[in-house]
């Protein structure tokens, strides 16, 4: 999808393909949300013609697929893995667990009881 590509990357982090992939998936879906809100508001509204509403249904399903919440996934700003990521600290289990242990997140230390 050249068209979604992003022209300069600045990330700031470990990048591969999919963390390319992710963050223009990331841009389209910011670009498009209002659009998608706007369809999906008239598709639910039964006061209006069934015409108008099968219309807005036909252009939602005709949207790209970038545009979808459900194709952005969380990733890992270290190693760029999608599984076992923390959501607050943007990490996986394990580069957290080495984050916290060097000290190098504030706040974080190891728990003793």
């Known amino acids: 999808m050249s068209m979604f590509r992003a022209k300069k990357l600045d990330l700031g982090c470990f990048i591969n393909s999919r963390i390319i992939r992710d963050h223009s998936k990331r841009k389209v879906f910011a670009e498009f949300e209002p659009e998608r809100q706007a369809l999906r508001y008239i598709i639910r509204n039964t006061t209006l013609p069934a015409r108008t509403r099968a219309e807005a249904q036909l252009q939602l399903t005709q949207m790209h697929c970038y545009t979808r919440p459900t194709q952005i996934r969380n990733r890992c700003i270290m190693g ?14 394990f580069n957290f667990r080495m984050q916290a242990l060097a000290g190098n997140i504030p706040g974080v230390k190891k728990a003793s009881w």
């Open 80 to 93: 760029g893995k999608s599984r076992g990521v923390l959501a607050d600290f943007k990490m996986t289990r």
